[in-house]
C-alpha cells in the first residue's frame, strides 16, 4: 500500500510540473505555426472552439469572441496588412495554466491601415500577450500593444513617403 501511496504522489508531482511545460509548448506552438502566419489554419489545434480575447487598451477595453476560424481569418489579414512579416519571441513565462509572451513583429506597411495608405516601408509591432489554457486548450487571452508607437510608424512613414 505505501508503494501505491507514494506512485500516486509522485504521479501528481509529474502531471503537475509537465502541464506547465504543456501550457508553454501548446502557446510557443501556437505562436510559431499559427500567429507567425506559416499555418494560421492549424488554430484549430490549439484553441478552444471559442476563446475570450481581451483586448486591453486604457480608453476602451473589449472581449472579443474568437474562434480558430476566426482566429485564421485574423493573421490572414496581418498577412495582407504586413507581407510576410517577422516574427520574434522576446520573453515567455509560464506558470501553471497561464503563459506570458512578449513579441516583436517586423513587417512592411502593404495596405491600408487606420486610414494610412500603404508605403512598402517596415512597421514594428510590440505586443505582450497572457494566455489561459484548459484541457491543453488557449480558452482566453489578454492582449497589449503598443499603439502610440505604431501609429507614430504609420504617421511618420506617410511624412516620408510624401517628402520623396
Do not use: C
Request: charged content about 25%.
Amino acid at each position: 500500500m505505501k508503494h501505491l501511496f507514494t506512485i500516486t504522489i509522485l504521479s501528481v508531482l509529474a502531471s503537475n510540473f509537465s502541464f506547465g511545460q504543456s501550457s508553454e509548448k501548446i502557446v510557443r506552438d501556437f505562436l510559431l505555426n499559427v500567429r507567425t502566419g506559416l499555418r494560421p489554419e492549424d488554430a484549430k489545434l490549439y484553441m478552444a472552439d471559442t476563446v475570450l480575447a481581451h483586448q486591453v487598451t486604457s480608453e476602451n477595453p473589449t472581449t472579443v469572441k474568437r474562434t480558430p476560424a476566426n482566429y485564421t481569418n485574423h493573421i490572414n489579414e496581418f498577412k495582407r496588412l504586413f507581407g510576410n512579416y517577422e516574427f520574434e519571441i522576446t520573453e515567455l513565462i509560464a506558470s501553471k495554466d497561464k503563459v506570458y509572451v512578449r513579441w516583436k513583429q517586423t513587417g512592411k506597411h502593404m495596405a491600408e491601415i487606420d486610414g494610412f495608405e500603404p508605403t512598402q516601408l517596415p512597421l514594428i509591432e510590440y505586443t505582450s500577450a497572457v494566455y489561459r489554457l484548459e484541457k491543453k486548450r488557449i480558452v482566453e487571452y489578454w492582449i497589449q500593444m503598443d499603439r502610440l508607437g505604431f501609429d507614430l510608424q504609420l504617421k511618420a512613414n506617410q511624412k516620408n513617403t510624401i517628402n520623396k
